[in-house]
């Protein structure tokens, strides 16, 4: 493994539920960088602007979709100005909110080595299911009417992250500690490839 001096800043997209944090800390814990989350920074941006809703779920629902963007594009911002090496994963919304990905990847200064996590749909609707539908998926039709804007949402999304990816990990359903050892694997070697 590499000394954090020479090691880039890892940023983790995909879809909810993919596994962007659980995998980003492992990854993190492995590369002995710091972690952090963007949607957590949305919230720090948001509580030091007198923000009083508690959670991503609730500003997002109650304030509103662009409110959130706003929000995320500053935090994205700041972050990009940070000079530490760093682990963060993203919120799955980052690919909608226009620039603010290829920001990361190409705007001079700092490089970011992109991330995309990719796990089957119907995996990662079963495990949005089972923490409550977010509201991004809200709407009618009931859980069909909500798989199916899932299903779209996927389609477009994917594409942006693939192409703003710089390694993309195809994952299947798999332990927690599997998944997280096929991505710290895969980040060593590209990182050892990228010093030679
Ligand atoms: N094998 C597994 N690997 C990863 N996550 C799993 C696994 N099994 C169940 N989960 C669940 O999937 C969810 C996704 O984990 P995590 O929060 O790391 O994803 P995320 O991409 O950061 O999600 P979000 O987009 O909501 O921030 C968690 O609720 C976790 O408990
Ligand atoms: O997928 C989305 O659209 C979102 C996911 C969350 O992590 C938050 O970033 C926000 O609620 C939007
Ligand atoms: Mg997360």
Known sequence: MQSGKELPSIL???????GKSCHGEALARHLTLPFTDLDRLVM??????????????????????????????????ALKQDERAMVVSTGGGIADNDGVLAGFHDEGGRSFLIIHLRL?????????VAGGLPP????????KGARERFHHLCLR??????????????LEDRSRKENS????????????????
Request: proline share 1%; aromatic share 12%.
């Open 12 to 18: 983790i997209t995909g879809m909810k539920h993919s």
């Open 44 to 77: 720090e941006r948001y509580w030091a602007q007198g923000g009083k809703e508690s959670s991503v779920r609730r500003l997002y629902r109650n304030e509103g979709k662009q409110r959130f963007m706003a929000l995320e594009a500053e935090a994205a911002k």
């Open 120 to 128: 089957p749909e119907g995996l990662l609707f079963a495990r949005i």
């Open 136 to 143: 991004f998926l809200e709407g009618e039709g009931g859980i």
């Open 157 to 170: 999304r994917e594409k942006v992250y693939r192409r703003y990816a710089d390694l993309v990990f195809d």
């Open 181 to 196: 050892q096929i991505i710290i694997r895969g980040v060593d070697t590209f990182l050892s490839g990228k010093k030679e």
